[in-house]
């Protein structure tokens, strides 16, 4: 519809004002709602969501009513489903859709309602043409007695129920590695305003996830068995009864799912009947590691949040995080799979090394590798949305070729896996493809048998005309017409002077039906010839027809159209026999993301700048982390980066908790940050950007890195760092890795320096856990003394009068030198700020007792300067004893005197240096 036909959206000034005043009359929303209004051929958009529409679409913002008047915004269909995609996808927004009631003139209701959890009424929006890169789930807690947390979850993407119980803290740190494992974007929590559900809304939103609270009385799980019934998979002939699932039996959190299932509307659409599987969650499985860590470590893209703190996905670098580097796949599902494996790491010590050991395969047998992921892979469709069309009997004939193809497919991809001659890759995929491929010999039989075939390459789907007369005669008619276009095409050609089937050719695609192309370098010849009208111009070339082939065009797809009616009862019965096969091709769609993602993993493995390694596997009672040379796999793939590798070594009984001290910028957190990465990594099968890697298995990844405001949710930069310490306090076991960087920076310096003095203390003395502790406060070096199994790391740095060269080693020992005031001097502080900090300094590092140590090694400088102060403050106690004695003033002096020779005479090299002046 022309802009011009949209003012004042054809309205009169009596029924503007009576839709401003509905408008008016909605419920309060937040800022992150947005309403649309179908106007049956376009939508509009008003007060402050006009403005957010004008700004994503360009539109002018117009106005309606009378003062105070309302603004308003007219978007086409395709705009809105661009806009729609961008607000759920991208910006986490919610969307809600109203439609006018019929009959009334300004009377409206809401038809369609979206939210990042909640994608389901906007499926064909939002993923008919595009693919679904990424898990779409919603979650549902309750709070039972004794502190039992019950949690439901419904994967709206994969079709999957989860639910669990477990005992939780008043911190709900269990909760919080969950929801990190699960990756929710959504939250249905019971409504009230007790200080148990204001804690866990606030876990929430801290993890960004959106919050909404539902009556009480949705989470009691009354009907949740029928619910079930109609909701859960069962196969063909078999009688649904959910009881016979044990999950069944956790009543607090079958209640969560009744409250999400409600919340999604899942029963009020048939399409979702007969689609869930329903398992328990067991979140021992898997290696602990929480947000924090995930987005400390960079191992997922840090993202914005929007005005009610949900999390915006917006388009990152790949080289920003680690699941950007490691997404090489080429199917949806792979990297579904990808971001669960990362979130959801291994501890099963078998498992994790037959992931490797297929990594391995492909990173040796390139050959093998590139047929898969750029041939077998790329013809594969994502299985998980046919399964589900064909469970649900809403599949049409497109979908059941795409899955003939896919199935097709199997045999040679098969075939490419044998030349491995790998027990790994033999047990996780040929076996089991080999199956399944069997299982669907009859599916594909049926599709030959059914299917014509001939008519696929002009994206015709029909059946065969022998299933019965009538369309055979159909049939008929149809070639009769087909073979009158052919006589069109030569006609075409000769009046065109060109070449036929070749310059002019008979094509047909479903806008347009039959037609006739040419290339754009023959478009002259076509302006000239009146009797043909151009439809028009693509990359291919110019399309065009004549009144005759427009005739014959409509013949035949008025044949066609009772060709279809004709084939629907056959059509029926052969969607049945498919919905049969769903189950089959949800496992083979599960099998072909594996090994996307194990293709995946080795494809960045032999592409980095560096080639990864396989890590050498221990399994958890060995206590060792040895890794060579490690890399940030972030870091070195950045362009103009020559990275500085260094070691990390850990071991039980000598040194399982290092302080790493130095100046900024010189790589501490670099450091600490590539071993936590590495570690992770090897957990979920991927070989590691080391020289060497030898691990034992982990039971968590606990990370405390960066200052950041969370001001959005009232965090200050210390609260939300003894939030994250508190957590790795509380669940930190001697078989965790522990990584924590300037802790303590956001409050006074003998706070932050005490609570990271007793943080650092508990790690390497009571959980005895391996633990990198990157700090400013020198003091925490001191652990070394009274702690064996502590020790002591450092980077260093270059000076010069107007730059720092970080050097980016770590070395063994505590940094010897302080390089804040030469950064100072580099940002060009007055003169006389340097001048005094310079002299503050000296007084609080004795600087004139360091003159004859400077060079010294660190352990030597240290016992001298340590010796040192007990001889200054032996000479101070004696000088205090005698005062309190009541020595009188010439006893005094000479005290003084006699004290000054003994430190003049003192072989102390410090105590040399102090008094030489």
């Not at 603004?71 to 661009?82: A, D, G, P």
């Not at 919610?94 to 009959?103: A, L, S």
Request: proline share 3%; with cysteine.
């Amino acid at each position: 519809m022309a802009e011009e036909t949209f003012a004042a959206l054809n309205l009169d000034i009596v029924q503007q004002q009576s839709f401003v005043r509905f408008f008016r009359g909605l419920p309060e929303k937040g800022p992150s709602t947005v309403r649309f209004f179908n106007r049956t051929d376009y939508y509009t958009l008003h007060d402050d969501d006009a403005k957010l529409a004008a700004d994503f679409t360009s539109k002018i913002i117009k106005y309606m009513g009378e003062a105070p008047k309302l603004r308003y915004v007219c978007i086409n269909k395709h705009q809105m489903e661009t806009f729609i995609r961008e607000l759920l996808l991208v910006r986490q927004y919610r969307v809600e859709v109203y439609m006018k009631v019929p009959g009334k003139s300004n009377d409206w209701q809401l038809e369609y309602k979206g939210s990042p959890g909640n994608l389901t009424q906007f499926e064909q929006i939002l993923f008919e043409n595009a693919s679904i890169e990424t898990c779409n789930s919603v979650m549902g807690i309750k709070f039972g007695q004794n502190k039992v947390v019950a949690m439901s979850n419904i994967n709206t993407t994969d079709l999957v129920f989860e639910v669990c119980e477990f005992t939780d803290n008043e911190c709900l740190t269990e909760l919080e590695a969950l929801l990190a494992q699960i990756g929710p974007r959504e939250c249905v929590i019971p409504s009230g305003d007790t200080p148990e559900l204001n804690n866990l809304k606030i876990v929430l939103e801290r993890n960004g996830i959106l919050v909404a609270k539902v009556k009480r009385s949705d989470f009691n799980g009354d009907g949740i068995i029928q619910d079930l019934n109609r909701l859960l998979f069962f196969k063909v002939g078999e009688h649904p009864n959910a009881e016979i699932y044990p999950e069944t039996n956790c009543r607090e959190a079958m209640g969560c799912l009744q409250a999400v299932i409600h919340f999604l509307n899942l029963t009020g659409k048939n399409s979702n009947f007969n689609q869930y599987r329903l398992k328990k969650v067991d979140a021992q499985r898997y290696v602990r590691i929480d947000n924090a860590a995930l987005y400390a470590l960079n191992i997922l893209p840090k993202p914005t949040f929007n005005s009610e703190g949900a999390p915006v996905f917006t388009q990152t670098a790949k080289s920003y995080s680690l699941s950007g580097i490691l997404n090489r796949c080429v199917t949806s599902q792979g990297k579904r799979l990808l971001e669960q494996w990362i979130k959801q790491p291994q501890k099963d010590f078998n498992l994790i090394n037959e992931r490797l050991d297929v990594v391995g395969c492909f990173v040796r047998n390139s050959e093998v590798r590139t047929l898969i992921t750029k041939d077998a892979l790329t013809k594969i469709p994502d299985l998980m949305l046919i399964s589900k069309k064909l469970s649900g009997k809403k599949a049409k004939l497109q979908d059941c070729y795409r899955l003939y193809q896919a199935v097709n497919c199997l045999p040679s991809l098969i075939n490419i896996l044998r030349k491995l001659s790998n027990n790994s890759v033999k047990d996780m995929f040929i076996s089991p493809l080999s199956e399944f491929a069997t299982d669907m010999d009859k599916y594909q039989t049926m599709i030959e048998t059914l299917l014509d075939l001939d008519l696929v390459d002009r994206c015709e789907f029909l059946l065969k005309s022998n299933v019965n007369p009538e369309m055979s005669e159909l049939h008929k008619l149809k070639l009769n017409i087909e073979e009158k276009m052919q006589k069109l095409l030569k006609k075409a050609a000769a009046d065109l002077n060109l070449e036929e089937g070749k310059s002019v050719k008979l094509e047909c695609n479903p806008q347009h039906g039959f037609f006739f192309r040419i290339t754009k370098k023959e478009e002259q010849v076509l302006r000239q010839a009146k009797q043909y009208k151009i439809i028009d111009a693509v990359a291919g070339g110019v399309r065009f027809n004549n009144d005759k082939l427009t005739t014959l065009n409509e013949d035949y797809r008025e044949i066609n159209e009772k060709y279809e009616e004709l084939q629907k009862e056959t059509l029926d019965e052969m969607l049945k026999v498919a919905a049969g096969y769903a189950d089959t091709v949800r496992n083979i769609n599960m099998i072909l993301a594996a090994l996307d993602v194990l293709a995946s993993f080795a494809t960045a493995a032999v592409s980095a700048k560096i080639p990864y390694v396989r890590p050498v596997l221990k399994p958890m009672s060995e206590r060792v982390l040895n890794l060579k040379k490690v890399r940030h796999p972030c870091l070195e793939q950045q362009d103009q980066i020559d990275f500085i590798p260094n070691d990390v070594k850990f071991e039980e009984n000598k040194k399982t908790f290092y302080t790493i001290t130095g100046p900024n910028m010189c790589g501490k957190s670099t450091y600490i940050r590539s071993a936590g990465v590495a570690v992770l990594m090897a957990h979920i099968g991927c070989w590691v950007p080391c020289e060497y890697a030898e691990l034992s298995v982990v039971d968590g990844i606990l990370a405390r890195v960066g200052a950041d405001d969370c001001q959005l949710k009232g965090l200050s930069t210390f609260m939300l760092e003894m939030i994250e310490t508190s957590t790795i306090i509380k669940t930190a076991t001697k078989n965790s890795l522990v990584i924590i960087d300037e802790l303590g920076r956001g409050t006074s310096t003998y706070d932050g320096c005490g609570i990271a003095w007793a943080i650092a203390e508990h790690l390497a003395m009571e959980v005895k856990c391996f633990s990198l502790f990157a700090t400013h406060f020198h003091k925490i070096t001191k652990l070394a003394d009274t702690c064996s199994t502590a020790g002591n790391l450092h980077v260093s740095a270059v000076t010069s009068n107007d730059a720092i060269t970080p050097l980016y080693q770590v070395k063994e020992g505590q940094c010897d030198a302080s390089y804040g005031i030469h950064c100072a001097k580099i940002a060009e502080f007055p003169s006389d700020v340097l001048e005094w900090a310079s002299e503050n300094l000296r007084q609080l590092e004795h600087q004139e007792g360091m003159k004859f140590i400077r060079d010294l090694d660190i352990p030597i400088k240290k016992k001298i300067i340590e010796d040192g102060d007990n001889i200054v403050k032996n000479t101070l106690q004696k000088l205090k004893t005698a005062v309190e004695d009541g020595a009188d003033q010439a006893a005094l002096e000479n005290l003084i005197i006699a004290l000054k020779n003994d430190l003049v005479q003192s072989d102390n090299l410090f105590v040399k240096g102090l008094v030489s002046n």
